[in-house]
């Protein structure tokens, strides 16, 4: 197979190790992207590299313009041209709507929406000249149902949808896919916050009656970055025990 260079954001949190994971399982070169106020970056890399995994680490917020260049510069320079994107950093300011604040709006926004243009502006003009890419968005099956509490992040994730149908039209024809995994309830940090009476409400609602586990959304991953992944773009994997579908 061809060596393919990986830039996965939110890299160090539970979706984004199980995706750094796969992806050089599969010999993809990775460069773990992480908030530089991530406090537990060596750490991190140290018990990756007892487990096999030698990644390159770049830190910057997804939010910031300037960063994702700072970034994406830095990947660059390490481990050459990115050819697989995976937008997965993404944070929750969970509140039902007649309490939300502005900020807590903004934040979502910015972070799980903002970010992917300015991310995958770094990358996607040159992906096209290279007739090669890959542009892996991670949504929720939030953003495609609709959560109570969950208006700016519905929002955020929807909106990940709309681009990637959007992006993936533009690049079609250029050799560059786009496309999206909407992942249910997902067993990590970002699950663990609700409160426990509600995610077990949660989970007795999931067919499956299970959370799901991070390397799932790896693997998915691997596919759409895959040479014979090719000739999806546009598409949405739901991938949620059953929780929903179209
Ligand atoms: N649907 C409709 N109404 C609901 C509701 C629901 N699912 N859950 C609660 N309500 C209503 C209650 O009946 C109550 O109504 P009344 O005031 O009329 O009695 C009201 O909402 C309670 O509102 P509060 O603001 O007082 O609620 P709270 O502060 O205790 O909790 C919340 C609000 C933090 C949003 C909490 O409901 C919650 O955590 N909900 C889960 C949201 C969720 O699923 N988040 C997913 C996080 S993980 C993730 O996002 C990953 C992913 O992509 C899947
Ligand atoms: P997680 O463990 O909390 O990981 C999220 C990662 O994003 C963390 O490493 C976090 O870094 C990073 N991040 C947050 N804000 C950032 C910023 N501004 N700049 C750079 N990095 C930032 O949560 P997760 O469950 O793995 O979530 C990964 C993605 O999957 C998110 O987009 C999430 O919305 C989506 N998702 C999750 C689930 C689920 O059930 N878990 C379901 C559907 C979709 P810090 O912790 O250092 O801030």
């Known amino acids: 197979m061809t060596q393919r260079v990986a830039l996965v954001t939110g890299a160090m949190g539970g979706i984004g190790t199980a995706v750094c994971q796969e992806l050089a399982k599969a010999g993809h070169k990775v460069v773990a992207s ?25 830190g910057g917020d997804v939010s910031s313009l300037e960063d994702c260049q700072k ?3 830095e990947a660059e320079a390490a481990a050459g041209p990115v050819d697989i994107l995976v937008n997965n950093a993404g944070i929750t300011r969970d509140r039902m709507f007649a309490k939300m604040e ?72 250029k050799g560059v896919t786009v496309n999206v995994i909407a992942p249910g309830y ?24 299970r959370l799901g ?12 970055a895959s040479e014979n992944g090719g000739f999806m773009t546009g598409a949405t994997l739901n991938i949620n025990g059953g929780l929903y579908y179209q």
Not at 34 to 58: C, S, T
Not at 157 to 170: R, Y
Request: charged share 20%; net charge neutral.
């Open 34 to 58: 992480y908030h530089p106020q991530f406090d537990n970056k060596d750490e991190w890399l140290a018990e990756q590299k007892a487990a096999g995994f030698d990644f390159i680490a770049v």
């Open 71 to 73: 970034m994406v510069a």
């Open 102 to 173: 502005k900020d807590q709006w903004d934040a979502v926004i910015s972070t799980n929406l903002t970010s992917l243009f300015n991310m995958t502006k770094q990358v996607s003009a040159k992906m096209a000249e290279r007739g090669w890419g890959r542009i892996i968005n991670i949504a929720s099956v939030n953003g495609v149902k609709g959560q109570a509490g969950q208006t700016n992040y519905s929002a955020a994730k929807a909106g990940v949808i709309g681009f990637s149908k959007a992006l993936a039209a533009e690049l079609a024809a």
């Open 186 to 209: 997902i067993a990590t940090k970002m699950v663990m916050a609700i409160k426990p009476e509600i995610l077990q409400t949660i989970i007795d609602g999931v067919p499956m009656k």
């Open 213 to 224: 586990k991070p390397e799932e959304m790896g693997a998915a991953c691997v596919y759409l």
